[in-house]
C-alpha cells in the first residue's frame, strides 16, 4: 500500500506563489515517477508536472516558466514551487506516484487564486 500525504494549498491573490508539499509511505519500491496533476468539476485530471525517478521533469504547457518540481534526497518527498499564479491555475491538486503499473493517488490539496 501506498500513502501520499499532500499540504500547502490555500488563497492567494493572481501573481503570488505557493509551495505543495508530499510526502509519500508505504510500498514505493519500484518507484518510476512522481508528480502533480490537478483537477477542476467538470474536467478531466490533468499533469501539470512530472519527476522521474532518473531525474527527468515534465511540465504542461500551461505552468512551464512558473512552477518547479523537485524532490528531496530521500526521494520520498516531491514539491511543487508555483509563482505568477493565475486564476485559472485554481484547482484541486493531487499527487500522483507511479509504481510497477499503477498510479497511487493523495487526497488532494485546494488551490485558489482570486483577489
Known amino acids: 500500500q501506498v500513502h501520499l500525504v499532500e499540504s500547502g494549498g490555500g488563497l492567494v491573490q493572481p501573481g503570488g506563489s505557493l509551495r505543495l508539499s508530499c510526502v509519500a509511505s508505504?510500498?514505493?519500491?519500484?518507484?518510476?515517477?512522481m508528480g502533480w496533476y490537478r483537477q477542476v468539476p467538470g474536467r478531466q485530471r490533468e499533469l501539470v508536472a512530472l519527476l522521474t525517478s532518473g531525474g527527468g521533469t515534465n511540465y504542461a504547457d500551461s505552468v512551464k516558466g512558473r512552477f518547479t518540481i523537485s524532490r528531496d534526497n530521500t526521494e520520498t518527498a516531491v514539491y511543487l514551487q508555483m509563482n505568477s499564479l493565475k486564476p485559472e491555475d485554481t484547482a484541486v491538486y493531487y499527487c500522483g506516484l507511479q509504481a510497477r503499473g499503477s498510479t497511487y493517488w493523495g487526497q488532494g490539496t485546494q488551490v485558489t487564486v482570486s483577489s
Open positions: 508505504g510500498s514505493i519500491f519500484n518507484m518510476l515517477a
